[in-house]
Nanobody
């Protein structure tokens, strides 16, 4: 069982930055692939970025070059650094973890970007 707790959301002006964190419980953090998803009001949830256990991170085209995902296996934490934020980045951002057939979701943290 893995529990995911996001933090770092808030209100920021367009062009600003925020850093989100996802703290994960469990002893096998390094075995899990992690990702961030977001859901804007009235829209479907969409993929933002992923940090696989091996290989390079990957990003949605809409955030490429502005967002950076990273993971610290020693701290059981995944981060999402968000720069050059736009109004359309406003959403609830959720952390996701997966290992084989098991997957887990955090409850999310709200990011609001004012234009």
């Amino acid at each position: 069982q893995v529990q995911l707790v996001e933090s770092g959301g808030g209100l920021v002006q367009a062009g600003g930055s925020l850093s989100l964190s996802c703290a994960a419980s469990g002893r096998t953090f390094s075995d899990y692939a992690f990702a961030w998803f977001r859901q804007a009001p009235g829209q479907d949830r969409e993929f933002v970025a992923a940090a696989p256990t091996g290989g390079r991170p990957n990003y949605a085209d809409s955030v490429k070059g502005r967002f950076t995902i990273s993971r610290d296996n020693a701290k059981n934490t995944v981060y999402l650094q968000m720069n050059s934020l736009k109004a359309e980045d406003t959403a609830v951002y959720c952390c996701y973890a997966a290992l084989l057939s098991r997957d887990y979701w955090g409850k999310g943290t709200l990011v609001t970007v004012s234009s």
